[in-house]
């Protein structure tokens, strides 16, 4: 399974992306998070999904970003308004937890390879 983040790039304070995150391949999982790291520091949580449409957030974004997917094209997205410069930092999706590759269930983890986010004037 692959994960193919797109969307990143320079946006101006207060500005907004939308970040994709396609999942190719015949899996499925039940876990879609995203997730980021800056320069010099650990990478951290931003949001979370699951099959059934639960999100969460972490705090530093939450009212500013919103976690989407289109089941259908195992896709999943992060509309980020209202960007901070303290946002900039390397975007990366996660599939995780029960995953259904064809017929067969297992206890999953995948990363994409990141997208990266610069906010600045």
């Known amino acids: 399974v692959q994960l193919v983040e797109s969307g990143g790039g320079l946006v101006q304070p207060g500005g907004s992306l939308r970040l994709s995150c396609v999942v190719s391949g015949d899996t499925r999982c039940n876990d879609m998070s995203w997730h980021r790291q800056a320069p010099g520091k650990e990478r951290e949580f931003v949001s979370h999904?699951?099959?059934?449409?639960?999100?969460r957030y972490a705090d530093i974004v939450k009212g500013r970003f919103t976690i989407s997917q289109d089941n259908g094209k195992n896709t999943f997205y992060l509309q980020m308004n209202s960007l901070k410069p303290e946002d900039t930092a390397m975007y990366y999706c996660k599939a995780s937890g029960a995953c259904l590759e064809g017929d067969r269930w297992y206890d999953g983890e995948h990363w994409g390879q990141g997208t990266q986010v610069n906010v600045s004037s």
């Open positions: 999904i699951d099959r059934s449409g639960t999100a």
